[in-house]
């Protein structure tokens, strides 16, 4: 049964998910290309870690969570919760096996995700990997006219006027900001560092307050200036995350968690928090302030349990850590 949340709750949540959480890829994204640009290696070193970093563990996580469906199909008692057409892993056929490593269509959504569906950004970055010796080029040597160009691509598919299933766009434009953060990332830093945080927090919180306005309304427009709000958030995390840096003790916890943050994002979805959240709707009371109290616990209760999990599995089978992390550790 569908449950209504009040609309603070819906605002709240989608501050957090889709505002603040939605910088996730799109940093991945920036920081992926900036150390392909800032570390270029030969090219049997390069192939090398990315078949190691990007397809071993692309190939390991959707053979788990394959078998995580199949497992959970197979009794009675956790079959009710597993029930989407294309996730029977027992009626699947020839095709359905290549859908679920490149892509399948989705009927809530105008664009391919695989089975693990976080790992359309794998499936990307390693196409935008194959063609980085071209964005380089471009960089260098037309980079106005490049950044020109993607970004108006960018635009156009955000604004629907061309079919982009695999969400080439924006993605291609964040990787791109990782080639031109080689050479003005000390300039950027220098620009954000000079702004005072009272400014910046409340420019911020007026186009944040604008953004989702236009979205709560289903405003066209929302879409676009939702991407625009991406990038200033992103600014603003970096602008945080160097004061953070500062502080000896907040760097040693951060990085502490670093190591697991390929886990996390890895292994949350789709089969960890569906079970999470599943649950939490069968004993937890779902209405006014207590679906907000059941998002932020069950957020917090995936992340908990897969540190856990990922330290453990660290510790006993460090070697099978290395593989599904990607040697990220």
């Excluded at 063609?131 to 260098?140: D, G, N, R, T, Y």
């Excluded at 964040?174 to 050479?183: E, P, Q």
């Excluded at 998002?295 to 510790?315: D, E, N, P, Y």
Aim: aromatic share 18%; net charge positive.
């Amino acid at each position: 049964m569908a449950v209504t949340a009040p609309l603070y709750v819906e605002i709240i949540r989608h501050l957090i998910a889709n505002v603040w959480g939605g910088i996730a890829v799109p940093l991945f994204f920036i920081i992926s290309g900036y150390l392909f640009a800032a570390k270029p290696k030969p090219a049997k070193v390069t192939v090398k870690s990315k078949f190691q970093g990007i397809v071993v563990p692309y190939i390991l996580w959707t053979l788990i969570t394959a078998a995580l469906f199949f497992a959970a199909q197979s009794f009675a008692f956790t079959r009710p919760y597993f029930t989407q057409e294309q996730n029977i892993i027992r009626s699947w056929k020839a095709v359905d096996v290549i859908k679920a490593f490149f892509g399948r269509t989705q009927p809530d959504a105008d664009y391919y995700h695989p089975l693990v569906y976080q790992f359309w950004y794998l499936r990307n970055l390693l196409v935008f990997f194959c063609i980085s010796p071209l964005i380089k080029i471009a960089v260098q040597k037309t980079p106005f006219f490049y950044l020109a160009l993607i970004l108006s691509a960018t635009i156009l598919r955000l604004a629907g006027l061309f079919p982009d299933p695999f969400w080439i766009f924006p993605a291609l434009f964040y990787f791109s900001l990782g080639f031109y953060a080689v050479r003005h990332i000390q300039g950027v830093l220098n620009a954000l560092d000079s702004l005072r945080w009272r400014d910046a927090l409340s420019g911020y919180a007026v186009f944040t307050a604008v953004c989702m306005y236009l979205s709560f309304t289903e405003n066209p427009a929302a879409v676009i200036i939702g991407f625009l709000n991406t990038i200033l958030t992103i600014l603003l995390a970096v602008k945080a995350a160097g004061n953070a840096c500062k502080n000896e003790k907040a760097y040693s916890i951060l990085s502490g968690l670093s190591a697991y943050s390929f886990w996390i994002y890895a292994a949350h979805a789709p089969f960890i928090s569906a079970v999470v959240s599943k649950l939490s709707v069968q004993f937890f009371p779902m209405h006014g302030a207590l679906i907000l109290i059941q998002f932020f616990g069950t957020s917090l209760l995936c992340i908990v349990l897969l540190v856990c999990i990922g330290a453990s599995i660290r510790k006993i089978y460090p070697k099978l850590f290395f593989l599904l992390t990607g040697g990220r550790i």
